[in-house]
């Protein structure tokens, strides 16, 4: 570390030194010897306004900086900070590009030494953090980091964080520092100016490999780590009676309260287990369901030497099994358990792939960015699973071709040992539980090649999305812009992708034995296949915008085909795709006979060569599928699928898909699932509608006399924890219009919000009505103190905008579809819940109406059969947001009068717990509220 780094943050007045935009604030951090020697910093007078959103921004306004110096003043101060320095930013061109034009406006040359981006390099050295913002990376590493988008304090944590990340740096294993050394040309950062340096030093002496890394083929890797013994361990008995549970609980929580939800649970899943029957389990929040069904599980799983399977709809949830259940449990048991995680193959790396996709000279900068990253990666990963990475969506399409397939041509078996999906495969074999989520617990039930080991007993965990994950699973999807890439990925002759690699092999062998077309021709066959593919979407486009009228403000809109579609248009879509799939079946059948003829000398081909085939048979895996949704969606649809297009009339046909999902698959899952496993478990804390099982049985194919079903109630005390509020003086939301009714509920979330001090979650059912309510809230300027996050609006995924929300002391999150569950805000920082519209799907939703006119033609009522219940049971997780334990309290409000002025809207107050309800003018509620709170 004994390099001169000067750390850069700037605040400015927008975001082009070319169109005017001028500094505000200069500091500077400086570094030598690994320690940081100076500081500098100082407010700058722009010589004109600075805007509004940067003074919200920054906090910086015209009168702070009134006084201030102009930049040639300091001029002299920031060209000797920089002398024979290295200039380091979180985002070093932007920085580079104002210093360079204000440098060069005060008389000097500018700044042309060697640079680092901080964003850059913790990418590479911090491949598996959630976020590369300044802030999330000081949270993650633990730095103290008080005020953000202010010059000061982003130069000095900035540098805290370079010093962290040199560190890092210089640790990696000389393998490694040469792989990344040889790929750093790319970059925008010198970085291969400082890994000279320590590949010099590493080479002088004698450097020692640590213990858990190993090297294989040249590139280093954590070491495998040596598996238990699991054979041999002690007996554990199911504890059947209370005190055994107690004693069994108390080994992991010490002061544990009994909750007898969780010990009843605990008897009905391994009554469900050992007697070889299907269960359907609602578990309230706070029953803790999660142990309640594992150690039942795992007892059984030893009992009869087979892993149980625990699966989950979300990504989250198995994390926190990981993480924080399984921990505890093992505190419970007197022998070593083991869990497991296994994804579907295309999770895990391949690294037979990767080695030989290190060696190709490829100058694209997400490519190299994100070999480095998997570079670094390696050295850190127990899994290879790609979900730890946090890849940019050029780093994706170069996953694409390093992920774990059936290999044909790459069967390298000096990887095998270590190949990821293989350890994982194999640890699930000697596991006791093997925890996976719902597509591919579904996948594995109609594939050839089976990921997950034989099983029988299986639970299912957020099983309220059970249905929705198995529609998706069973469905199909066709996409422009998936299909153009694929086909480019394959490529002309001319364009040097894999059809010319392909055709480069062929020409090197003998083939008289094949009957193999003419190069030239099947480069005419892609040029055919692309301009019918671009007709095919242009006309599916016209066709879209025909039948469906586009709503003001809307960009995507949908159209649901039915089965017996006969307009002029869509018979010009049906020609159209009978074009494209007789071209697509040609090229695709031409492709294979060369496929065929190369795996018969593939002894022959270089390990480049193999790579390639193997791309190429992946997409040709790929085509297949494409040609078979072609199919299913336009040529032969059913009358049980649900076929619909969505597509962005900005952008018609980069932005069209179609869909074809089955409208029912209850006799699906009975059929391949349930009838062919001895016990499937069911849980949630919302499957029950007004304390019925009715609509979720129905749902799932089953009959009463198939399972038995159990209600838990949560533990919580809701009539002293929660107040509902249900406003009169708001006008019905269909009454009026949607500026009337955005206009009144603004006004009476502002009030809400003065009188709880924010801590407030509003949950929205349209994206519209969000965003014309955050604008509004906005524009009053009544809540101009309050932290305003939302959803589409601000940018950030779900969970970024929740840590953000909980970030302030006055925060207001709005939220649309996803907010309404698994966000989990407990303690104070959520206190009030705020429900804008009860959470009916839309009834043009195309799946909604396919399966609202199935329902009716078998004589059904369409309501109370499926868009009630459905909404009931979304509204219950709506309400599960806001109380998370025993000590949270709060608020919540229903906006929409719907709820009582409605013969159904009883439904959803009787599928909740019984809590107090008020109903008033909106002034007396806030009494209500500011006497609850003091």
């Known amino acids: 570390m004994g390099n001169k780094f000067v750390v850069i943050d700037l605040e400015t007045t927008g975001n082009s030194p070319k169109k005017g935009d001028k500094i505000i604030q200069f500091a500077a951090v400086v570094i030598k010897n690994g320690k940081i020697i100076e500081e500098y910093s100082s407010f700058i007078n722009p010589g004109k306004p600075i805007p509004p959103f940067i003074e919200e921004l920054t906090g910086l306004d015209d009168e702070i900086v009134h006084d201030a110096p102009v930049f040639s003043e300091i001029a ?23 210093l360079q034009e204000e440098l060069i406006e ?25 976020s590369f913002q300044l802030s999330e990376l000081a949270q993650r590493e633990g730095l103290n980091h008080e005020r953000p988008h202010q010059a000061d304090s982003d130069a000095y944590v900035t540098a805290e964080l370079l010093l962290r990340l040199l560190v890092r740096l210089e640790k990696l294993p000389l393998n490694t520092t040469k792989q990344i050394h040889k790929l750093s040309g790319s970059l925008k950062s010198d970085l291969d100016l400082l890994l000279d340096n320590i590949i010099i030093q590493k080479e002088s002496s004698i450097e ?10 040249g590139i280093a890797l954590k070491r495998t780590l040596d598996q238990i013994d699991y054979k041999n361990h002690e007996e554990i008995e199911f504890p059947t009676q209370q005190s055994q549970k107690i004693e069994l609980f108390k080994k992991a929580f010490p002061a544990y309260e009994i909750r007898s939800g969780q010990f009843s649970m ?23 369901k999660s142990l309640a069904y594992l150690i039942p599980a795992v007892i059984f799983g030893k009992e009869i030497g087979q892993p149980v399977i625990v699966s989950t709809y979300t990504t989250n949830l198995q994390a926190q099994l990981l993480s924080n259940d399984i921990p505890k449990l093992q505190k419970m048991l007197p022998f070593p358990l083991k869990a497991v995680l296994l994804k579907g193959r295309n999770h895990y790396l391949s690294l037979a792939k990767f080695e030989q996709t290190l060696k190709d000279k490829d100058d694209n900068y997400d490519t190299v960015l994100t070999k480095m990253q998997i570079l670094v990666w390696l050295t850190e990963t127990n899994t290879g699973d790609i979900d730890e990475l946090n890849l940019s969506s050029g780093g994706m399409i170069y996953w694409n071709k ?17 190949d990821f999906y293989y350890r994982a495969r194999k640890a699930a074999l000697k596991s006791d539980i093997i925890i996976t989520n719902h597509a591919l617990l579904l996948s594995d039930l109609v594939a050839d090649n089976k990921i997950l080991p034989e099983y029988s007993h299986v639970v299912i965990d957020e099983g309220h999305h059970f249905v929705k994950a198995s529609g998706k699973h069973f469905g199909s999807t066709l996409d422009y812009l998936h299909t153009r890439f694929l086909l480019g990925r394959i490529g002309h002759l001319e364009q040097k992708q894999l059809l010319y690699k392909l055709e480069q092999i062929i020409e090197k062998e003998e083939i008289s034995d094949y009957k193999l077309i003419h190069s030239f021709e099947l480069n005419q066959m892609m040029n055919e296949l692309l301009f019918e593919m671009d007709e095919l979407f242009k006309i599916i486009g016209v066709f879209t915008k025909k039948k469906t009228r586009s709503r003001k403000g809307y960009n995507r809109i949908n159209c649901r085909i039915s089965a017996d579609e006969a307009s002029k248009e869509w018979k010009a879509v049906e020609a159209s795709a009978e074009r494209f799939l007789f071209l697509l079946k040609d090229f695709y059948t031409e492709l294979n006979n060369r496929l065929d003829f190369i795996s018969s000398i593939k002894d022959h081909l270089s390990a480049r060569e193999k790579s390639f085939m193997e791309e190429l048979v992946t997409l040709c895996i790929e085509l297949e599928e494409i040609m078979l949704v072609i199919k299913k969606a336009i040529l032969h649809p059913s009358k049980d699928y649900v076929i619909w297009i969505e597509l962005d009339i900005r952008s018609m046909q980069n932005a069209t898909t179609i869909y074809a999902q ?7 899952l009975k059929q391949d699932f349930f009838e062919k496993k001895e016990s499937v478990i069911i849980t949630s804390a919302t499957l029950s509608v007004k304390n019925s099982f009715h609509y979720i049985l129905n749902e799932l194919g089953l009959k009463p006399i198939d399972c038995s079903v159990e209600q838990i109630p949560s533990p919580f005390d ?7 509020f249900i406003p009169e003086d708001l ?11 955005v206009t009144a509920i603004s006004e009476h979330i502002i009030s809400i919000a003065e009188a709880t001090k924010g801590r407030m979650l509003i949950l929205f059912t349209s994206h519209e009505m969000l965003r014309k309510t955050y604008e509004l809230i906005k524009e009053s300027g009544f809540l101009d103190d309050y932290a305003i996050i939302a959803q589409g609006v601000s940018s950030g995924s779900r969970s970024r905008l929740t840590r953000n929300f909980q970030k302030f002391d006055k925060a207001i999150l709005l939220g649309t579809n996803s907010f309404w569950e698994g966000v989990d805000i407990p303690g104070e920082d959520l206190s009030c819940l705020i429900i804008i519209r009860l959470p009916f799907s839309p009834p043009d939703d195309p799946y909604t109406e396919a399966k609202c006119d199935q329902i009716k033609q078998s004589g059904g009522n369409a309501f109370s059969d499926y868009s009630l219940p459905d909404a009931i049971i979304r509204f219950k997780q709506g309400f599960g947001r806001l109380i998370r334990t025993r000590s949270d309290k709060g608020f919540i409000f229903i906006f929409d009068r719907r709820i009582i002025t409605t013969h159904y809207g009883k439904a959803f107050l009787e599928s909740i717990p019984k809590i107090p309800i008020i109903k008033s003018k909106i002034d007396g509620m806030i009494d209500t509220i500011k006497k609850s709170m003091n």
């Open 402 to 418: 390093i992920k774990n397939d059936e290999a044909i041509f790459l069967q390298n078996k000096s990887w095998l040992s270590r």
């Open 662 to 668: 089955p409208i029912e698959v209850g006799d699906i």
């Open 208 to 217: 020692y490999l640590q213990d858990d890394l190993d090297i294989h083929h």
């Open 76 to 98: 002299p101060k920031v060209h000797t900070l920089l002398e024979d320095a290295y200039f380091v930013a979180h985002n070093v061109l932007f920085d580079l590009s104002f």
């Open 106 to 130: 005060a008389g000097y040359n500018g700044f042309y030494g060697p640079v680092l981006d901080t964003v850059e390099l913790s990418r590479i050295l911090m491949p598996t953090a959630d």
């Open 731 to 741: 006008p019905e939301v269909n009454a009026v219009p949607i500026e009337e009714y």
């Open 266 to 288: 605990m008897d009905s899943v391994y009554g469900a287990l050992t007697q070889k029957k299907h269960a359907i389990i609602e578990a309230g929040t706070g029953v803790g």
């Open 718 to 724: 809701y009539e002293e924890q929660i107040k509902l």
